[in-house]
């Protein structure tokens, strides 16, 4: 009958958030959010680096697909994850880890310092193998350091980042190219495996006349050099040619290094662009002109660059792929005069390095796509060199997969059986979304255009920590929702009445069920219900319990023991001088929870939980008034005495007026004395 | 006969009063109020534990005013006795002599001063009028079993024009008369307006015709009992013009005696209307005063039975 | 559905005084649903006899146990292993399940925690109603739905008294006179012609008995 014996049994399988099951290498967003919303800034960025030794990099040039999937998203806005993952990235410092153990003698080399090539680094080290990383170039990070500009991640932070990396124990070898005088061969005599990450670095070009010109640049090298602090030479008038991360970055860089204006020409629509949308409408601010639907014929000029002709293009109807074929519109040709072309259409790897050792098609390594295998045994690949240019989490997420295949190829492991499979929580329904509470995203400040232009500084400047707090409090932390055991369910409609959110519906079995997509986790039902048959995985029974003892102990010498609940979503103070416990809205105390305490012989508990009309769900506050009143009257009954609880529901996102309920409940002691409780022998459990 | 009954039917305007037994075995306070109506009313209506506090038995009472040379209204409720102890009671009560006999549901054990009793209300009033006069008409208990003497009660019963819709009041009243009920007594009339139209309807249905209908008055000794009235009590219906008799006046008690006047000779003029009973509940002195103010003394007599 | 509440905790405390062993059982039926006797009260229960235990410096030894049904011999028999531990029961249900414990353990001391309030329904969250008294000859048809013998204080056929005041009745202003409610609803039904007899008082021949029914078909003996 007690509830926690049938967790373990009775619990169907559990839908996970979407935000996670969207994130190539899943992340445990929902839970590092949450650590956010509590002020919990440390045990955030250790969830984070659980998965993701990128935290800094990742908050900032992350392509986000766990923001398309959140779910907040279908109520107004999406948690801004990546710029909290940045925030506490950027606010925890001293985050080096030790170096773990070496646990097995098989030895791994990694080419290719880029997110790929560190990740698989990073994983491997941390599961025990000694890890050798080469890399061609005389510094760290491959595209992160090479491709993206600084603007967008500076330096110091990827510096920082790929220290911390290797600070774990990881050999490194810089200017050391796979070439004749280290070949796979000779690395195969010294490692039992080899990860393969060198990206792809070579441009493509547009192959149409005039391409040969003085004045026309290739976007990989153009921002090669910028980032390497070397000279370019570019006109006043530049035309860039694509439509990815890469033509933005080009376009954007090229009005910081003296451009005067810069034209965008892509041939599809900007929804069909592939770059990213923050970045297509910083470029817009930055006053990058985009010349969509647009197509080069040919570069014009004697010598040197003197225009682009171009033909505008149409858009036919989606095809059966859903794609768009764009077609040229006849006669519709027009000459921009620019003096500069950057062509930024792709880039792919240079497989020459690979002397055929290894096969490849159409410039990308061919691997297993399972395993990540080449055509050699023992060597594996991933990142760009397999896919062609991506973006940084999919590398990162290739890396990782990469070290488990290793892992499983040395040790002789099923691979699978290291993967986590996954179910993804579905849509909101649309009347839920109707009764949510809109709130809106808190927005990231950036620096102004004119402090842009002017120079590399990064233009996107973070969260402050209140910002921080009260966007992570926009998560609804989905799938933590109850879930009812129905072998102790007595379909009594309880839950079905009590829910803020009218979830809950009795079938026709008489049994109660919750629709895990919609369930907010407010426990409210689980509090009230007279069966105690609803449970919430992440708030269980027993948690409480712990908490409050632990708080006793720590607290044994002081004057009085008094524990104090506080409301998650009324502020991130800390708690430390005030032995108090925070529970994401006190709605879900019950009343034995509440009374817990007092049994562990606490002289007093006292709640705040957050303003009236202020609850992140709808009215646990009010709830839980009822239910304290209830327990007074209890304690009354039981001569322990009402007055030794306390609960205020008071809106202080500054956490300033529990120190001053504190102290008031301490002044009602003074007067009580101890708890009658204290006097006798019998000792609780 | 009933010397209240021959009076009405012989078409007089009929006046009653109401003693209220003390809440002890005190036979002397019966006999001093009993003195003091004694010639101003045709009848006396002897409370049943009224507002469910216990007082000595209305029948016990009503036999001694009958030792008097009174006559009394035994009232007898639905609250405290099923319907074994009603029939026997109902025997017992013509058997020492008493003629009317008022029947009521009863006010609710809660009001009184014995809240934890259990309410009886095997019957309601109307079952308990249509018993009497089954008992009275065709010599029969409610089970149907025959007796050889029966108990002749003038039934009376009661109404509250005043309370819920007036429709629904009137048709209760229809109730009550195809029960059996010959008198009626109704709660006391302030608003005469509003008393006026349950009238007519009563009339439209031709109830009048059917039953004596005596309206009840009581006179306000001030203006705090007025508003009391107005305010605190249920099925009480007190218009402000009333009450700012009351509060003009220097003589509070004289004013309430002359509103009670008032309210009798307005009274005497509704069709239908064909006496008053008089509440003067522990100011029984009142009474003398109403009743030749109002003209109605002295009070005719029909004789002896 | 039975209705039910736990009776004060001083009450029981002086029914299970000098009793160390108790075994606390919850009944999850009807008086579950109205938070009487489900595993949560019975929980709470047990968490205020283990806090004045506390205070009395009196150890007390509870378990506690969840039955389908107390009013049926067959659940209440699965108690049988805990019972030896115990020194009496503590039964949360209505007065019928206090009973069947009672007669299946003879042995044991039986305390009822609960006092059985009503046959009755909830009007909203937290707020239970008496709607039936189980007066064995149901009237509803010539009542709009509406009893009168469980929602009239005064059980009246004949309604409504004089005290009816504003549709309330005269012994509360929250309680609805039922009479009221019944004239209002044969009204719109434009049934009032329902109202026109006088109805005959009640016969509670059978309510005077102890209430048995006996279907021969089922009988197994």
Known sequence: MKTSSYLKTNLKERRDPPCRVACPIKTDVRRYVSFIAQGEFEEALKTIRETNPFPAVCGRICARPCESACRRGEVEEPIAIAGLKRFVADYVKNSIFPAPPIKYREKVAVVGSGPAGLACAYDLRMLGYEVTLYEAESSLGGMLRLGVPSYRLPRPVLEREVEEILGIGIEVKLNSPLNSSLSLEALLDEFHAIFIAVGAHQNLKLGIEGESLKGVLDGVRFLRKVNLGEEVEIGKKVAIVGGGNTAVDAARTALRVGAESAFLLYRRSKEEMPASKEEIKKAEEEGVNFNLLTSPLRILGEKKVEGIECIKMDLEAPDESGRRRAVPREGSEFVLPVDTVIVAIGHALDPSFLHGKIEVKKGLIQVDPETMMTSRLGVFAGGDAVTGPSNVIEAIAAGKRAALSIHSYLRGINLSSLLRTEKPLESLSFSLKEKLKKKPRELIPTLSLEERLKSFSEVELGYSKENAVKEAQRCMNCGSYAEVLSDLCIGCLTCVRVCPYQIPRVNEGGIAEINSRDCQGCGICVAECPARAIVLPSFPDHGVTVEVKKILQKNKEREFQIVGFFCTFNSYASLDSLQGIKIPCLGKLSIYQILKPFHLKADAVFLVGCGNNNCHFIHGNSRVFRRVEYVKKILNDLGVGGERLEIWNIDDPRGEVYQEKYEEVKGRLRGLGPSPLKACEVGMS | MSNLEKLLRAGEFAVTAELGPPKSADRGVIEEKAEILKGFADAINITDCQTAVVRLSSIASAAILTSLGLEPIAQMTCRDRNRIALQSDILGAWALGIKNILLLTGDHPKFGNHPEAKGVFDLDSIQLIQMVKQMKEEKKFLNGEEMKVEPKFFIGAVENPFAGSLALRAGRLAKKVAAGAEFLQTQIVYNLEKFSRWMELVREQGLDEKIFILAGVAPIKSVGMAKYMQKKVPGMDVPEEIISRMEKTTDAKAEGIQICIDIIKALKEIKGVKGVHIMAIEWEEAVPEIVRGAGLYPRPSMGEN | ?221
Not at chain 3, 37 to 53: F, I, T, Y
Not at chain 3, 163 to 179: N, R, Y
Request: with cysteine; aromatic share 6%; net charge negative.
């Open chain 3, 1 to 221: 559905m039975i209705v039910a509440e736990l009776k004060p905790f001083s009450e029981i405390e002086e029914m299970i005084k000098g009793k160390q062993h108790l075994l606390l059982v919850g009944c999850a039926t009807c008086t579950a649903i109205c938070f009487a006797s489900g595993n949560r009260e019975v929980s709470l229960l047990d968490s205020q006899l283990k806090l004045k235990s506390l205070m009395k410096s009196k150890e007390v030894f509870t378990s506690e146990r969840m039955l389908k049904r107390s009013c049926e011999h067959e659940f209440v028999e699965e108690l049988g292993s805990f019972i030896e531990k115990s020194e009496a029961i503590l039964s949360l249900s209505c007065g019928v399940g206090v009973q069947t414990i009672a007669d299946c353990f003879p042995e044991i001391e039986v305390y009822p925690a609960l006092n059985t309030l009503f046959i009755g329904r909830p009007d909203e969250s937290g707020v239970w109603k008496e709607y039936c008294q189980a007066c064995t000859d149901c009237l509803l048809h010539l009542t709009a739905g509406i009893c009168p013998i469980a929602r009239c204080a005064k059980g009246l056929l004949n309604g409504p008294c004089g005290g009816s005041q504003e549709g309330k009745c005269e012994v509360s202003p929250d309680i609805p006179c039922a009479w009221q409610l019944i004239y209002d609803r044969l009204e719109t039904r434009g049934e009032l012609h329902l109202l026109d007899e006088i109805k005959k008082p009640k016969d509670w021949s059978k309510k005077n008995l102890p209430g048995r029914v006996i279907r021969e078909d089922l009988l197994l003996r």
